[in-house]
């Protein structure tokens, strides 16, 4: 059984700084393709980073510069360092998994990640 358990989020001020993290079991982050999504309120969930066919990491352009990604292969846990937040970061923030086998390319929609974990609040505010 696969499960994706996020932590880390809350509440911080614009320009600040918070770190998420995704601990996963029953599947391995190199047999498919991982990131980092977000919901915000009224909106249409959306990649933020992922590691795409090629173990590139890719990032949407609205945080390049700001997040990192980064994984703990032994423990099976991916954390997404987020600098210089912004009110527009403000949202449900879901580490996902493509099905094993499967990758995303230059773009990772949200309709190819076959796991999801329930997801982090971040908000950021003024």
């Known amino acids: 059984q696969v499960q994706l358990v996020e932590s880390g989020g809350g509440s911080v001020q614009v320009g600040g700084s918070l770190r998420l993290s995704c601990v996963a079991s029953g599947i391995n982050f190199r047999s498919n393709s991982v990131g980092w999504f977000r919901q915000g309120v009224e909106k249409e969930r959306e990649e933020v980073v992922w590691?795409?066919?090629?173990?590139?990491?890719r990032y949407a352009d609205s945080v390049k510069g700001r997040f990192t990604m980064s994984e703990d292969n032994p423990r099976n846990t991916l954390y997404l360092q987020m600098n210089n937040l912004q009110a527009g970061d403000t949202a449900i923030y879901y580490c996902?998994?493509?099905?094993?086998?499967?990758?995303?390319?230059?773009?990772?929609?949200?309709?190819?990640?076959?796991?999801w974990g329930q997801g982090t609040q971040v908000t950021v505010s003024s």
């Open positions: 996902g998994t493509t099905a094993p086998g499967t990758y995303c390319g230059t773009r990772c929609s949200p309709t190819n990640i076959r796991y």
């Open positions: 590691i795409d066919s090629l173990s590139t990491t």
